[in-house]
């Protein structure tokens, strides 16, 4: 019950800050995260730059020593995403996880690539270049976009059937309404008049049904 009531209670705040005029317009910052992790956005673009700026700027060029901080601040922010569990949809959390799960295998490729490239020959593992080469490019070229793309046909179905769920209800209160209407109308001598006929003609094409062999030839 607990579990139902906080729900909830984060729908409730969801919707209230995209109705409200004061924080509407800073949606596209939260929207994609629950309430009580608003901040998230702000977590994401410190570990961009700490993986795009900070640390080229602290390293030099073609020190490894970049390679090792990187996979170590990816390992721990993935650890801290899946403990928090910050997003919204069960989706997103899933591909932040693989985006995750990518940037380490291919930072593991690139510190076996350097491994394979300047460590003494008595102790190397004597992989494949090409084979090592070819999973780095898949993992970085073929990879990712398709789990992006995958994740982007999620959101794509998922729009398209609440979309799909919003006409179908606003149709059924749009009959609903004009039932509401009908039956608070009084019957006139006309309605009475069609009615009895649209009766006496769906009696008569009942009957011919009935009569009819195919029909009869179902039946059997």
Known sequence: ASKSLKRLADELIAEHRLHNRQ?????FLFRAYVPARWYMEIVESARRLLLTC???SIYPEKNVGRV????VLILAFAFGYEHLRP???RDMARFAAAMHVLLLTSLFLIIVLYSEEHMDSKYRAHFNRNVLDAALIAVSVVVAP??????????VR???IK???SLRVLVMRTDSQGSKAESK????????RGSTSSTDEDSRDLEADLDSPRLLWNMD
């Open 158 to 160: 998922k729009l398209r």
């Open 54 to 56: 900070m640390l080229p």
């Open 87 to 89: 997003f919204a949809d």
């Open 68 to 71: 090792y901080v990187a996979a």
């Open 23 to 27: 924080c509407a317009y800073l949606s």
């Open 146 to 155: 398709i789990a992006t793309a995958y994740f982007l046909s999620l959101k």
């Open 163 to 165: 979309k799909s769920l």
């Open 185 to 192: 109308r009084a019957p006139t001598a006309d309605d009475e």
